[in-house]
């Protein structure tokens, strides 16, 4: 029995969900958010709060109960909320730019990098171009856009140059020895 799945999803005030089959609805105050969800498990709202249950006693449905509450939970804290990844770019030249939906890092390449924000997620850059907000109701997609700005240049360990998410652990090496 999934001790995360038996637990119901309280709905805050400001938020309106709507349940329909396998589709959940969620739509607050930081914006609107949709997602359809395996058939293992059924989708109810019962007195101001969503209750996961799975349909059959399979290992898929088990493991898709506590996940879509899980999800779930997720969605109304995003729209309340939102979520937020912080980046910081080092390096000699290093920066970024926001020029509309279009992030422009330069990050010691022979070109600049033009990366498209998608909808639903807002990038801020700091008066310096080395510090990056991501934020946006959805989890998944403000992780996914940091990890794609991340991508670009991740953090070498010996001089600590290229993007850093804050909070992520960066092991350092001591460099060649001489003698």
Not at 25 to 43: A, E, H, Q, T, Y
Not at 131 to 146: I, T
Request: overall charge positive; charged content about 25%; hydrophobic content about 35%.
């Amino acid at each position: 029995m999934s001790r995360i799945g038996k637990l119901p999803v309280p709905i805050a005030d400001k938020v309106k969900v709507t349940v329909n089959g396998q589709t959940v609805n969620v739509d607050g105050p930081k914006g609107k958010l949709s997602k359809v969800f395996d058939r293992d498990v059924k989708i109810s709202l019962e007195e101001g709060q969503i209750v996961v249950t799975p349909n059959n006693s399979s290992r898929q449905a088990k493991a898709m109960w506590g996940t879509a509450r899980s999800i779930i939970s997720g969605m109304i804290i995003g729209v309340t909320e939102s979520y937020k990844k912080s980046l910081e770019i080092e390096g000699v030249g290093f920066k970024a730019n926001l020029q509309g939906k279009i992030l422009d890092l330069a990050l010691g390449y022979s070109h600049e990098i033009k990366y498209p924000v998608p909808d639903g997620v807002t990038v801020t850059v700091d008066k310096s171009g080395t510090k990056l907000d991501v934020e946006g109701p959805d989890k998944q997609m403000v992780g996914q856009v940091a990890a794609d700005i991340f991508g670009y240049k991740p953090v070498e360990p010996y001089k600590g140059k290229g993007v850093r998410i804050v909070g992520r652990y960066v092991r350092r090496k001591e460099g060649k020895k001489t003698g």
